[in-house]
């Protein structure tokens, strides 16, 4: 049973849009991350978040934005999508500040961009 | 920098035989590891996590096991079943409450009936 959930699970664009991919958790959680994965391959972490008002970049360099207004939100902005970007894009939610906690990752947003 | 290495990349096996799925990390500060199994078209999902004060960890037919001086942790799968076959992450977290958390490249693994 999902607590994350993203959309759109498929997205086929052209080159220049400005695309949104939604992650949204119920679980509560503080910590907020995206990874970028070619399906099946390493997982490359993008962007994170503490919690609300805060997004850090992640260790792979990434020309996709995020923001925190809320904390069970967290989307992410492509202004001009290029081919480049053709990839599978997952979301991940954990909780506690005092120690490590599992990750509980979406289902994932798989883009193509034409 | 810190790394996780996976081995191995692919591994194929028989349906009711074992499969061990072994990880490396650098970083001797890493105190929480779990195993994530990723299903086509879904996310990666917990499977089984092990922390640093303990040796092994078993949940019916999976079991992790670590070696803190060693820096090494593995994976074993009992009585593989057709439905195992995914690809299998682990991953070493470092700190307390940090964010540094590093996954293996991971193994497709496959289970042949």
């Known amino acids: 049973e999902a607590d994350i959930y993203q959309t759109p699970r498929y997205l086929v664009i052209g080159t220049g849009k400005k695309i949104t991919l939604e992650c949204s958790q119920t679980?509560?959680?503080?910590?907020m991350y995206w990874y970028q994965q070619d399906p099946g391959m390493e997982l490359h972490l993008i962007h994170y978040?503490?919690?609300?008002?805060?997004?850090e970049k992640g260790d792979l360099s990434s020309e996709s934005t995020v923001s925190r207004i809320r904390t069970e939100h967290f989307p992410l902005t492509l202004e001009s999508a290029r081919p480049s970007h053709t990839s599978q894009y997952l979301c991940?939610?954990?909780?506690?500040?005092?120690?490590?906690?599992?990750?509980?990752f979406g289902d994932g947003t798989r883009l193509s961009i034409l | 920098g810190e790394n996780v290495e996976q081995h191995p990349s692919t591994l194929s096996v028989q349906e009711g035989d074992s499969a061990v799925i072994k990880c490396t990390y650098s970083d001797s500060a890493s105190n929480y590891f779990p195993w994530y199994k990723q299903e086509l078209g879904k996310g990666p999902q917990l499977i089984i996590d092990?922390?640093?004060?303990?040796g092994e960890k078993k949940d019916q037919r999976i079991a992790v096991t670590l070696n803190k001086t060693a820096k090494h942790f593995s994976l074993h799968i009992t009585e593989t079943q057709p439905e195992d076959s995914a690809v299998y992450f682990c991953?070493?977290?470092?700190?307390?409450?940090?964010?540094?958390?590093?996954f293996g490249a991971g193994t497709r693994l496959f289970v042949k009936a």
């Open positions: 978040s503490y919690g609300v008002n805060s997004t």
């Open positions: 991940a939610s954990s909780g506690s500040r005092s120690s490590n906690q599992p990750q509980h």
């Open positions: 679980m509560g959680h503080d910590k």
């Open positions: 092990i922390r640093s004060n303990v």
């Open positions: 991953a070493a977290s470092i700190g307390t409450g940090g964010f540094k958390t590093i």
